[in-house]
């Protein structure tokens, strides 16, 4: 096992092509646990937190972009996120607790793909994008197209995720809705989370984003129940439809948290209020 400290960006690229059974280490909040449980063994662990590049908020014409080592603290407290994305800005008040928001990173929370990865959802609602890159390639990959199983993603060996891009689009004309249940309001682990943005012209849903977290081996879009409701009025809509198509879409789970029958109807719950509101 070692520890390597790169000296700067560049310095970090040849090392993650250089070195085998590699994690990074942001914040370590999930990592040092994970080595600690024995879930990981013998990594050789890379530091990132230091690197200038990988950190910060800063605005273009259309986007904001989220350098992945940016700390929760930091999100919430971003004055472009609250004026740009105010979901993003509520929705992540009740993140664990203000210890561990100044430590947690945007990009660890991503990466590591816990199901009940609280800012997964918020960013899957909003088609957010990130940018995976390594020492000669830079790629795009929307989140959605990001999991590719329990904790596993499309990132490579000698990749990581440098930046999380998210549109800046006029959220006032968008509903937006945020749910996280847990056992209690704050220092919980979501026993179900649905996160949603809709657009709605002339009583018709014109365009909708939902996700939803720890109801699958990762957080996702429910992009059957999406398709079915695009073009319909709240009358037009048959909720036990919507019901039908989310049993295909979900697969919740028991476990020491919560119980399968419990995560669905919540889930079937929370949903019907978005739509409704
Ligand atoms: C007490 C406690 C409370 C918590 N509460 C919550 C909560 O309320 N909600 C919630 O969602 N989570 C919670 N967590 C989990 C954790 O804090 C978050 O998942 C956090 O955002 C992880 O970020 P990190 O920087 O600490 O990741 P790290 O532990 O440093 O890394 C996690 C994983 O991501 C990989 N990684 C990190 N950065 C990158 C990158 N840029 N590119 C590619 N891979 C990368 C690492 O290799 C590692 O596998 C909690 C944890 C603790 C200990």
Avoid: W
């Amino acid at each position: 096992m070692k520890f390597i400290k790169p000296k700067n960006i560049e310095n970090l690229y040849e090392t993650l092509d250089d070195v085998g059974n590699q994690y990074l280490l942001a914040g370590g909040t999930d990592i040092n646990v994970q080595i600690k449980n024995g879930t990981i063994r013998k990594p050789n662990i890379i530091y990132i937190n230091h690197i200038q590049e990988l950190t910060g908020i800063e605005e273009n014409n259309d986007s904001i972009l989220i350098g992945s080592t940016t700390s929760f603290k930091d999100i919430i407290e971003s004055k472009s996120i609250k004026k740009y994305i105010p979901f993003m800005h509520n929705s992540l008040q009740n993140f664990a607790s203000p210890l561990i928001q100044t430590t947690a990173t945007i990009g660890g929370n991503i990466a590591n793909g816990s199901p009940t990865a609280d800012v997964i959802p918020i960013l899957l609602a909003l088609d957010a994008k990130l940018m995976i890159c390594s020492k000669s390639t830079t790629r795009e990959v929307f989140l959605k197209d990001f999991f590719t199983g329990y904790k596993q993603n499309v990132i490579m060996k000698n990749e990581l995720i440098t930046k999380i891009l998210i549109s800046k689009r006029a959220e006032h004309k968008y509903q937006t809705f945020y749910k996280k249940v847990g056992s209690r309001n704050s220092l919980a682990i979501a026993k179900v989370a649905v996160a949603g943005v809709k657009k709605v012209t002339k009583e018709k849903i014109t365009d909708i984003k939902i996700a939803v977290g720890s109801l699958n081996e990762y957080p996702r879009r429910l992009f059957k129940v999406e398709e079915y409701v695009t073009g319909k009025t709240l009358i037009e809509i048959d909720f036990e439809k919507v019901e039908e198509l989310l049993n295909l879409e979900i697969t919740p789970i028991s476990d020491l948290r919560s119980d399968k029958e419990y995560r669905y109807h919540v889930c079937v719950n929370l949903i019907r209020t978005f739509l409704n509101e």
